[in-house]
C-alpha cells in the first residue's frame, strides 16, 4: 500500500500533508484544488495482474469511489471532473 500510496500521490502532485488514505485521496480527486493536477486525467497501473488480491480491489474500489464523488461534484455544482483510474495488464 505504500508503494500505491507514494506512486498515486506524486503523480498527482499532492501536497506533503496529504492524507494517505482512501477517504483523502477521494476527496482530492473528486473534488479538486488540492493536488497540482486537475482532472481530466487518466491513472493507468500496469503490471496490475502482480499485485495481491486485496490491493487490485482497493484500486478497483477508488476508482468506483471517485466516479461517484465526480457525480456527485457535477449534480452540485455543474463541474464536470472525468477521472478514470484502469489497471492495466500484459496479457
Not at 508503494?3 to 473534488?31: C, E, F, Q
Not at 449534480?75 to 464536470?80: K, Q, T
Amino acid at each position: 500500500m505504500d508503494d500505491v500510496y507514494d506512486g498515486l500521490l506524486k503523480a498527482l502532485g499532492a501536497p506533503d500533508w496529504h492524507g494517505r488514505n482512501l477517504d483523502a485521496l477521494i476527496d482530492s480527486m473528486g473534488t479538486g484544488s488540492i493536488n497540482e493536477v486537475e482532472p481530466p486525467y487518466l491513472i493507468r497501473i500496469e503490471h496490475s495482474e502482480a499485485m495481491p488480491h486485496e490491493l487490485r480491489g482497493m484500486l478497483r474500489d477508488l476508482g468506483r469511489y471517485v466516479e461517484e464523488r465526480a457525480k456527485h461534484h457535477l449534480e452540485a455544482y455543474g463541474e464536470e471532473r472525468v477521472i478514470y483510474l484502469v489497471l492495466a495488464s500484459d496479457a
